[in-house]
């Protein structure tokens, strides 16, 4: 499992998600932020800065 916490990129947020893939954590994260935070789409930089922030978790 992966694993982000939005926190992690400064925002003052506690949301997280975890998906099977960084491509599904990149897909939801991208949906949060559009959303709760009023980003626009993610580009490749933006992208690339919410991957370093991607940590790996047991599945439970
Ligand atoms: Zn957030």
Redesign the pocket.
């Known amino acids: 499992m992966k694993t982000f916490c939005?926190?992690d990129?400064g925002?003052d947020?506690?949301?997280s998600c975890r998906a099977s893939t960084e491509q599904e954590v990149l897909r939801l994260a991208e949906g949060?932020?559009r959303k709760?935070?009023q980003m626009p789409e993610f580009d490749e930089q933006m992208r690339n800065k919410i991957r370093d922030k991607i940590q790996d978790v047991q599945a439970a």
Request: glycine residues 0%; contains cysteine.
């Open positions: 939005c926190r990129m925002v947020c506690d949301w949060h932020a709760e935070h």
